[in-house]
């Protein structure tokens, strides 16, 4: 942990100290003499309480929103805690916003003044113009006395994190029937564990229930097990492969294009069964879509996995892997942007 000392400032005062000390001894002045004595005292009572500062203030990050749409205003609020009764005019927070997915990062520095006995927000609005999740970070905080001398750095280490979809405004290339040779019925792949039904409530746990029916974000969020109950869905599914490979762009297009997909099929009341190849974990996640919910479940996942450079891996792994789908709709780059293939395997 740094210090910064600001020597600019202390010779300037240094300076002016030295011009005062010089009026009083040439002109013996009771009052030159009590501006010489608090010049000074007060450096040193002005770090010395910087210091004590520094050791009382806290730090809250708060994102409200856990989903945020691409494109669209979203908030994080930063919070300094001054529980004393001593105050600074200055109190520099950095703030690093990095996109989990892409591995980008960008820094805003804050400074805010702190109230005595209170705490000081401030709430900073955020565009965020790529799909992936997002990890807001604050490490340390800096405090600068009252006169400017020094800055006394203190460690938080805080986070927060949110997850960017794809904007609902985005315009559909083709509709459902397009892909309508994509389409499975259920049996032929009812390993299991599936339940092919929609999301028609959610209540608390009662022993006996499946584990897979546990809506894990909301029991987190209330620490109690909360399940989803489901009605009956379509007995036909829809096989969805998303490619992670290409550029940043290349990638960010083609998710957009797979969660838009994906929804339209949910809110139509269709099974959809998205994969996309983990590189990290050498396999295919497998997720089965029944709402809304497990959708964003699924690309909250998908957010932690890692992008690879070849786009010809994602049908061989297919061919050699998952032979049992006979045809699944495949969203990758075609021709330079994203679209959606039907592919027949043999």
């Known amino acids: 942990m740094k210090n910064v000392i600001h020597f600019g400032r202390i010779i300037i005062y240094g300076i002016l100290f030295a011009i005062t000390v010089s009026l009083y001894g040439f002109l013996h002045s009771h009052l030159l003499l009590m501006i010489m004595t608090l010049m000074a005292a007060a450096p040193v ?11 009382k203030l806290s730090v809250r990050i708060l994102a409200p929103e856990s989903d945020v749409l691409r494109h669209s205003v979203s908030y994080v609020s930063l919070v300094v805690q001054n529980p004393s009764y001593i105050m600074s005019l200055d109190v520099k927070l950095k703030l690093h916003v990095q996109n989990l997915f892409y591995h980008t990062e960008n820094s805003i520095l804050v400074s805010l003044p702190t109230r005595m006995h209170g705490d000081s927000e401030t709430m900073l609005p955020m565009r965020l113009t790529m799909n992936g999740a997002v990890q807001y970070t604050v490490e340390d905080l800096r405090v600068l ?38 389409f499975t019925e259920t049996e032929e792949n009812n390993k299991r564990g599936n339940d092919f039904s929609d999301v028609n409530d959610v209540r608390e746990y009662i022993p006996g229930d499946r584990l897979m029916s546990i809506h894990w974000k909301l029991s987190a969020k209330r620490d109690i097990l909360m399940v989803k109950d489901r009605v009956s869905m379509s007995d036909q599914q829809m096989v969805i492969l998303t490619e992670l490979a290409g550029s940043i762009e290349e990638v960010d297009d083609t998710i957009s294009l797979t969660y838009h997909l994906c929804r339209s099929l949910i809110e139509e009341k269709i099974f959809v069964r998205l994969l996309w190849w983990s590189e990290g974990r050498s396999e295919f996640a497998d997720n089965r879509l029944f709402s809304i919910d497990d959708l964003k479940d699924a690309f909250s996942r998908m957010y932690y996995d890692t992008i690879y450079a070849d786009p010809e891996k994602t049908v061989a792994y297919m061919r050699s892997i998952k032979p049992e789908l006979k045809a699944y709709v495949h969203v990758c780059q075609k021709e330079g942007k994203a679209d959606a293939v039907i592919v027949e395997q043999e």
């Open 45 to 55: 009572l002005s770090v010395l309480l910087a210091f004590y500062l520094r050791n």
């Open 145 to 182: 006395d009252l006169l400017g001398f020094v800055e006394l750095k203190k460690k938080v280490n805080l986070s927060a994190e949110v997850n960017v979809l794809p904007e609902r405004n985005r315009k559909e290339q083709g509709s459902l029937s397009d892909f309508s040779g994509g």
